[in-house]
């Protein structure tokens, strides 16, 4: 057999695989969450199906693939978890006291400054992560880079974004970040 049959061949059998489990996975995943995030996980189940299609069993595609789907799911809901833990942290380091004339706006500008006192490289992998909520798996797809490579860029990004934004609170020279936290005067 040549390459080009084998992955002719391997090309139908994927096709036969996702004719047979398509409709019944997308069904599962949409009772189990959002109609986007079943199409997301849907994604990462073909995918999954496609590098491992070795494993498929021929005769029970479909188990596999609800397997391969739980699996997919509960990552997503993990990652969806972490990111959420990490953005109510990130707040609440935004947010330095329950005072009531304490003005979003500032935190905001504050914010943007320090982002932009970051490299081009982490400004932008922290945008797409924030703003666009890829996914390390799908930030290793538009950077060019592996999904490790990413977790740990990332890490260190919004590590460098925290330092920043600590240090400019600390050299505020109008003092209301210390005031704030009680090291003014009053």
């Known amino acids: 057999m040549t390459a080009v049959q084998s992955d002719a061949d391997r090309r139908r059998r994927f096709e036969g695989v996702v004719a047979a489990v398509y409709e019944p996975v997308q069904r599962y995943l949409r009772r189990r969450t959002d109609p986007a995030t079943a199409d997301d996980v849907l994604g990462d189940v073909l995918l999954v199906l496609w590098r491992r299609l070795d494993d498929v069993p021929a005769e029970l595609p479909l188990p596999y693939a609800y397997g391969v789907a739980r699996g997919c799911l509960a990552n997503s809901r993990r990652s969806a978890v972490r990111q959420e833990r990490v953005v109510q942290r990130l707040a609440q380091q935004h947010r330095p006291g329950d005072d009531a ?11 943007a400054e320090a982002l932009e006192a970051l490299p081009d490289a982490d400004r932008e992998l922290l945008r797409l992560w924030a703003w666009e909520q890829l996914a ?3 930030l290793a797809l538009v950077l060019g880079i592996s ?3 990413v ?8 590590q460098k974004l925290r330092d920043v934004v600590a240090a400019r609170k600390d050299d505020d020279p109008s003092g209301q970040n210390q005031a704030r936290r009680g090291g003014g005067a009053r």
């Open 101 to 111: 004339d304490d003005d979003d706006g500032d935190d905001d500008a504050a914010l």
């Open 136 to 138: 390390p798996r799908e």
């Open 147 to 149: 999904a490790n490579a």
């Open 151 to 158: 977790s740990i860029r990332l890490h260190r990004a919004k």
